[in-house]
């Protein structure tokens, strides 16, 4: 069968990928509403088409804080790209390369910063951040990604603990042996016999408690002193916190929920977009994830105000199909 559309891909995944996979990638908190809302809220939104315009000549390229790329499509963060594909972050990084478009590279890859550098030297390349308990460990990701050419920081804020995923829980998900969170590794030396090592966060790669609840406002100064790159804020939801980061000296927002995978019950990215575009107020620059499945989600996340959408679990769908 030819591969249309997103979902020839889903379907594809869904069949193939082990079971523990996939349902660690389609996911969502608790009822999973969020995460189903973030694709629904889409249908709901109607154009207004207008017609006799010249159409003949299209140019679909923007920038992201100055750097162009061909199409207002990047690729969103999501961890664990080796359980659909063996070169997992490699592979992904040379997509994005070669479609000239934007990929923010996880902590929670399972190929270093220097291999996912490596695979597509010269492409725009963005590190998304997690702010752990030992802040050693993530002062040295944000220096190491400096080094490695990454052009900006990508902090993500709506994880101080993690969401209730009900399968990863049934499943007993964990990574598999021979996989390793490989910018991590030895950053987190526990005696894997511990009863701590059994508990339902060490599935995720990580010892319990690792990830710094204690995270504010206060720790983008931190942060500023450590890199020269661009600061980034994903998971913003408010028009509140969207004043915030602007005040606290961001370069952008992306309006997420995390793909519905953390807090189930809060609103549908492309429903949250418009207060905080019209909260910044060209500020600084605003992008969405979430939900996006076809070109016409993007049309519609442009027209009412984000500069560019990022995809998830797209790009994991598109690796189980090599």
Not at 5 to 11: G, I, M, N, R, T
Not at 96 to 125: F, H, V
Request: contains cysteine; aromatic residues 10%.
């Amino acid at each position: 069968m030819a591969m249309v559309c997103l979902s020839d891909f889903e379907a594809y995944a869904k069949k193939y990928l082990p079971k523990i996979a996939w349902d660690f990638f389609a996911a969502g908190a608790d009822d999973c509403s969020t995460r189903d809302e973030n694709i629904l809220a889409y249908k709901r939104i109607r154009f207004r088409p207008r017609m006799l315009r010249d159409v003949s000549t299209m140019d679909i390229r923007t920038k992201l804080l100055e750097a162009e790329i061909s199409f207002p499509v990047g690729i969103a963060p999501t961890g664990f790209h080796q359980l659909a594909w063996p070169d997992g972050e490699k592979s992904t990084a040379r997509a994005a390369k070669a479609m000239n478009t934007c990929y923010i590279a996880s902590t929670y890859s399972t190929c270093t910063l220097e291999e996912i550098s490596a695979a597509a030297p010269g492409g725009l390349r963005w590190f998304q951040l997690y702010i752990h308990r030992n802040r050693a460990v993530s002062q040295q990701l944000v220096q190491r990604a400096e080094a490695l050419g990454f052009q900006a920081l990508v902090l993500t804020v709506d994880l101080p603990y993690t969401g209730k995923r009900c399968d990863d829980v049934r499943n007993g998900f964990r990574l598999p042996p021979h996989m390793k969170l490989k910018n991590l590794e030895g950053a987190f030396e526990v005696c894997k016999m511990s009863p701590s090592f059994h508990s339902l966060h060490w599935h995720y790669g990580l010892p319990p408690n690792s990830m710094d609840p204690s995270v504010t406002w206060n720790d983008i100064y931190w942060l500023r002193s450590l890199t020269h790159l661009p600061i980034i804020i994903k998971g913003i939801l408010t028009k509140e916190d969207a004043e915030l980061a602007v005040r606290h000296g961001v370069q952008g927002i992306i309006v997420s929920n995390h793909g519905g995978r953390q807090l189930d019950g809060g609103p549908a990215t492309v429903d949250a977009l418009v207060e905080v575009v019209e909260a910044v107020q060209g500020r600084v620059e605003v992008y969405l994830d979430g939900g996006i499945r076809k070109g016409s989600d993007v049309l519609k996340a442009l027209a009412l105000g984000a500069k560019c959408v990022f995809i998830g679990r797209p790009a994991l769908w598109g690796l189980a199909y090599k």
